[in-house]
């Protein structure tokens, strides 16, 4: 561990393993990624921690369903969503697993005892609608027709002695915290949601169930062994126990507070109200921000069994390739609201975008140098009109960091490959092929312009197409650099490039 570096955490939402993971879920590895590649190519010692909420009803009746072992189930589906994780190219530093009694129980089971002595837990026997999609209870009036109005599903009625947590002590305080962006929500409209549900009025919750209802998994209450504390109590608390909370307090105290959590917009309650409730309680520092991204449809439906258009991300990247799918996804779909996606906006990016301008910049520049320059970075003196080129690009670079420190990831990719854009404008602008007969010293001046141009889209495009990004760093025979060579004319005279290769196909 580096440990003088500075820190940046950030987490995904912790995904239920009873279905193999969609779109959805690709979507938010790649937004958590884009911004963890980021913030470690400006230098940070980077956590991300994902994982695998095991600890759910929906597991234990899927499990039910399908006639195994809640513990198989598990064991089964969570490596289905390492895999994924791994093949999306989430550059995850602890994959944590709910169910796991080592390094994960500890640490909820120390936050629970801390809100008892709190004097924030007291029991009590309940009456409820519970939705089993959510893991939450609601009141009549949140129904829509009766209904969950995430999952369009009639809750069941439910009677039991639980635990519940003292949340309303918390309404004012969570009010300020929001209001002030101690705990920021981006985008506005999802903080402004989040406020007006604060200041509707916040009613105490049950954070336990029935050691019969969970079929006795889950983790156990402390100090009563007829208790299973409620999915989200225990789950919210991956985010502390992925950095080694209740087992390795020395990497806990470096990495924490988190400095973002990137979750979907249907679990928004739980995270920027029931979550910081429970910090506050339990005297943990709180989270600095909440990313709050929205779904996905399919040529504009959202996804279904039933419909028959639940999109697998494992066929799409065996079809198209990763960063393909990357690229489509990071600059196709808003990064705060929801998007539409379909097979053919993928090979419209790719063939379009990712090939028209980045792969052509990269291939003409590099063959051209092979051809004009023996495969060497030419001696140069730049004019003032390049100068003035490099200087308008490098805005252009400033101002993508900026999109990037505000996490505005689609804003981001589009200026990057508009940058692509205005350095193919110079090359045919200049026109190298006409002054390596007339003009060559203007020629080499504007190849070496353009092989830094090149360098500069790999630096800033790693985020999103990290695989491309790799790809030009070994044409040009160049070790991988962080953000702060942007800008740098660090390519030296004579230095030998290497072999040109096509970076991206035509799909038909």
């Known amino acids: 561990m580096?440990?003088?570096?500075?820190?940046?955490?950030?987490?995904?939402?912790?995904?239920?393993?009873?279905?193999?993971p969609h779109l959805g879920h690709v979507l938010?590895?790649?937004?958590?990624?884009?911004?963890?590649?980021?913030?470690k190519s400006r230098g940070k010692d980077v956590a991300l921690v994902t994982g695998a909420d095991e600890n759910s009803l929906k597991n234990v009746h899927a499990a039910e369903k399908q006639g195994i072992s809640v513990t198989e189930l598990c064991d089964r589906n969570s490596a289905v969503f390492e895999q994924m994780a791994k093949k999306c190219g989430l550059s995850y530093t602890s994959f944590r697993r709910t169910s796991d009694k080592k390094l994960h129980w500890p640490g909820v089971q120390k936050v629970w005892e801390l809100c008892g002595k709190k004097g924030d837990i007291y029991k009590k026997k309940y009456r409820g609608l519970f939705c089993v999609g959510c893991e939450a209870f609601y009141e009549p009036e949140e129904l829509k027709d009766g209904k969950c109005p995430e999952h369009n599903a009639a809750p069941e009625e439910i009677e039991e002695e639980n635990y519940f947590f003292r949340l309303s002590k918390y309404q004012n305080e969570l009010e300020r915290l929001i209001t002030t962006n101690e705990l920021a929500i981006a985008p506005e409209t999802?903080?402004?949601?989040?406020?007006?549900?604060?200041?509707?009025?916040?009613?105490?919750?049950?954070?336990?169930?029935?050691l019969a209802r969970a079929k006795g998994w889950g983790v156990p209450v402390p100090g009563d062994d007829k208790q299973i504390q409620y999915?989200?109590?225990?789950?919210?608390?991956?985010?502390?126990?992925?950095?080694?909370?209740?087992?390795?307090e020395e990497t806990f105290s470096h990495y924490w507070p988190a400095?973002?959590?990137?979750?979907?917009?249907?679990?928004?309650?739980?995270?920027?109200?029931?979550?910081?409730?429970?910090?506050?309680?339990?005297?943990?520092?709180?989270?600095?921000?909440?990313?709050?991204?929205?779904?996905?449809?399919?040529?504009?439906?959202?996804?279904?069994?039933?419909?028959?258009?639940?999109?697998?991300?494992?066929?799409?990247i065996g079809k198209y390739g990763?960063?393909?799918?990357?690229?489509?996804?990071?600059?196709?779909?808003?990064t705060f609201d929801d998007g539409d996606f379909s097979e053919r906006t993928l090979i419209e990016t790719s063939n379009n975008e990712l090939l028209a301008n980045i792969g052509n910049l990269v291939n003409r520049t590099l063959v051209f140098t092979g051809r004009e320059f023996e495969g060497k970075v030419p001696e140069a003196t730049l004019s003032e009109t390049d100068k003035?080129?490099?200087?308008?690009?490098?805005?252009?670079?400033?101002?993508?960091?900026?999109?990037l420190d505000k996490m505005q990831l689609k804003e981001a990719l589009h200026l990057a490959m508009h940058c692509g854009k205005e350095a193919n404008a110079f090359f045919q602008k200049n026109e190298p092929w006409k002054t390596a007969?007339?003009?060559?010293?203007?020629?080499?001046?504007?190849?070496?312009?353009?092989?830094?141009?090149?360098?500069?889209?790999?630096?800033?495009?790693?985020?999103?197409?990290?695989?491309?990004?790799?790809?030009?760093?070994?044409?040009?025979?160049?070790?991988?650099?962080?953000?702060?060579?942007?800008?740098?004319?660090?390519?030296k005279a004579g230095h030998p490039l290497g072999k040109p290769e096509i970076l991206f196909k035509k799909i038909l």
């Open 2 to 20: 580096v440990m003088h570096l500075a820190k940046f955490y950030l987490t995904t939402a912790i995904p239920y393993v009873n279905a193999a």
């Open 28 to 39: 938010e590895f790649l937004q958590t990624d884009a911004i963890a590649r980021y913030e």
């Open 190 to 210: 999802r903080k402004n949601e989040v406020l007006s549900f604060i200041k509707g009025g916040l009613k105490d919750f049950s954070i336990s169930r029935s």
């Open 231 to 248: 999915v989200w109590f225990d789950a919210l608390g991956t985010y502390l126990t992925g950095v080694g909370y209740g087992t390795d």
């Open 259 to 316: 400095d973002v959590h990137v979750i979907g917009k249907g679990i928004l309650r739980f995270h920027a109200v029931y979550w910081p409730a429970m910090l506050l309680s339990a005297g943990v520092q709180l989270p600095k921000s909440i990313f709050v991204h929205g779904y996905i449809t399919v040529e504009g439906q959202k996804m279904s069994k039933s419909l028959g258009n639940v999109v697998d991300p494992n066929l799409l």
């Open 322 to 334: 990763l960063d393909p799918l990357r690229y489509c996804l990071l600059s196709a779909v808003p």
């Open 388 to 403: 003035a080129f490099i200087s308008e690009q490098n805005a252009r670079f400033t101002q993508i960091a900026a999109h």
């Open 437 to 491: 007969k007339s003009d060559r010293a203007k020629c080499a001046a504007s190849i070496c312009l353009l092989l830094h141009q090149v360098k500069d889209l790999a630096i800033v495009l790693e985020p999103f197409i990290p695989g491309t990004s790799a790809a030009i760093f070994k044409q040009l025979n160049f070790a991988p650099q962080n953000w702060d060579d942007v800008g740098k004319l660090s390519l």
